[in-house]
C-alpha cells in the first residue's frame, strides 16, 4: 500500500497522502487498493477534499475500504 501511495501522492505525515488526482485516476487507484488490501485486517480511507465541479461525474467524498468496524481498544483519533 505505501508503494502505491507513493505512487499517487506525496506523503503529508505518517500513513496520510496528499494526492492530486483527476477522476479516471482516482477510479483507478480505487480499484487497484481493492485488490491489494487484505479486507480483514486493513483499511484505508479515500477522503475527497476538493470541489464538485461535474455533478454527473459525481464520486462519494469518502471511501472506506477493508475493515469496516472501528476498533475498540483505546487508540489515536482523528479529527
Known amino acids: 500500500m505505501l508503494k502505491l501511495a507513493r505512487a499517487h501522492g506525496r506523503p ?3 500513513s496520510v497522502f496528499v494526492c492530486t ?3 479516471e485516476d482516482r477510479v483507478r487507484l480505487a480499484d ?3 485488490r491489494l488490501i487484505d479486507h480483514r485486517a486493513d483499511r484505508v480511507v479515500l477522503l ?3 470541489i464538485v465541479p461535474d455533478r454527473e ?3 462519494p467524498p469518502v471511501e472506506v475500504f477493508g475493515r469496516q ?3 475498540t481498544e ?3 483519533v482523528i479529527v
Open 74 to 76: 483505546p487508540g489515536a
Open 69 to 71: 468496524q472501528v476498533a
Open 21 to 23: 488526482l483527476r477522476r
Open 32 to 34: 487497484r487498493i481493492e
Open 57 to 59: 461525474t459525481w464520486i
Open 12 to 14: 503529508l505525515q505518517y
Open 48 to 50: 475527497d477534499l476538493g
